[in-house]
């Protein structure tokens, strides 16, 4: 992890990079799929350290997880990004999730009593650890590597405290270890998504929003005024209204009080489309704040955004509006 604030990248220079580490988890194999070969790229023992590195200028951009097919959303990046000095997501990854259960070589199956590995993991294999190791201790671990990891490091084999880790196949290789047993996971296809984070320009920067795409997606975070009926369905007629389809909301406690959510949104399309800016300025009439968090190209096969009017209706709605205002035959 590098200690002084590196200079912002210079447009002929390669980002620099941070992501959720070690060495050998998910998030590096997910960075590694966007990242340009040779560009610097540090491990952050955990979401909030890797956030941090952005936000300080240590890295240009981050890598964090922040949902998965079967576990659903990953809260501290959720938290880290509603909270604090704003960031912007630049982009996203999804990549499929296959686990191995590792040990050092020379560990049997049935001498697997303690198995360590991150919670999303482990609420990944938990069926599969049931039937396979009855009764096997669960260990949390900062990441999938770390406890890949931890099984390598010490001189002597009781200093882990475990036998085994949940981990990507790369982790156990990396780390010498063995693969007691192969695609582990409950569930066939698990994805994760990852997101690649930024902070936004200052003033006479470059901006950093990437341009539209035609298959964008936009993130923001909408807090609520005071709780009363019918205020969530407020906030999803801002995107009905305009066409625009939602790939995920999900709510947050603000931690100030009990009953006190934020909303966390991701719908398609790009804020510099009008539907979208519409949605953004309606959200900002009644909601209390919006914290928005980029707009960026969707990963994978991209789904059409945007039903009923398109960029052309809202463009002739407008200049009609600007003929009635002006009081010309319309
Ligand atoms: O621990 C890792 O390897 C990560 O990158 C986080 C994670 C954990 C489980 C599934 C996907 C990502």
Redesign the pocket.
Same mark, same amino acid.
């Given at each position: 992890m590098p200690t002084d604030a590196s200079p912002p990248a210079s447009p002929d220079q390669p980002p620099r990079y941070a992501f /959720?580490g070690p060495t050998g @988890? /998910? @998030?590096e194999a997910a960075l590694r799929t966007v990242a340009p070969a040779g560009a610097p790229a540090d491990p952050y023992p955990s979401v909030d350290a890797t956030i941090a590195a952005v936000r300080s200028g240590l890295a240009d951009i981050g890598v964090v997880?922040i949902e998965?097919s079967v576990e659903g959303g990953v809260s501290a990046t959720l938290d880290g990004l509603a909270a604090g000095d704003p960031l912007l997501v630049v982009g996203e990854v999804v990549i499929p999730?296959t686990f191995v259960l590792a040990a050092r070589p020379g560990t049997a199956l049935a001498d697997v009593r303690t198995v360590s590995t991150?919670s999303?993991?482990h609420a990944?294999v938990r069926r599969w650890l049931d039937r396979n190791l009855q009764g096997a201790r669960y260990l949390p671990s900062l990441? @999938?590597?770390a406890a890949a990891a931890g099984l390598a490091e010490p001189v002597d084999a009781e200093a882990a405290g475990y036998d085994a880790a949940v981990?990507?196949p790369l982790a156990a290789a990396r780390f010498g270890l063995e693969v007691l047993a192969e695609d582990i996971g409950d569930t066939r296809g698990a994805e @994760?998504r990852f997101v690649l984070l930024a902070r936004p320009a200052a003033p006479g920067e470059r901006p950093v929003i990437p341009a539209p795409t035609g298959a964008d997606k936009t993130s923001l975070v909408a807090f609520l005024r005071a709780d009363h009926p019918g205020a969530l369905i407020e906030v999803l007629e801002q995107f009905v209204t305009r066409g625009i389809n939602l790939s995920r909301i999900e709510s947050r406690p603000t931690g100030d009080a009990l009953g006190r959510y934020s909303f966390s949104i991701d719908c398609e399309g790009h804020v510099a489309e009008s539907r979208v800016g519409e949605a953004l300025m309606g959200l900002h009439r009644i909601c209390e704040r919006v914290r928005f968090l980029g707009s960026y190209p969707q990963a994978g096969s991209p789904a059409v955004t945007g039903s009923g009017p398109g960029e052309e209706a809202f463009a002739a709605a407008e200049s009609w509006l600007q003929r009635v205002r002006a009081g010309r035959s319309v």
């Open positions: /959720f @988890t /998910f @998030t997880p998965n999730v991150h999303h993991a990944q990441s @999938t590597a981990c990507a @994760t």
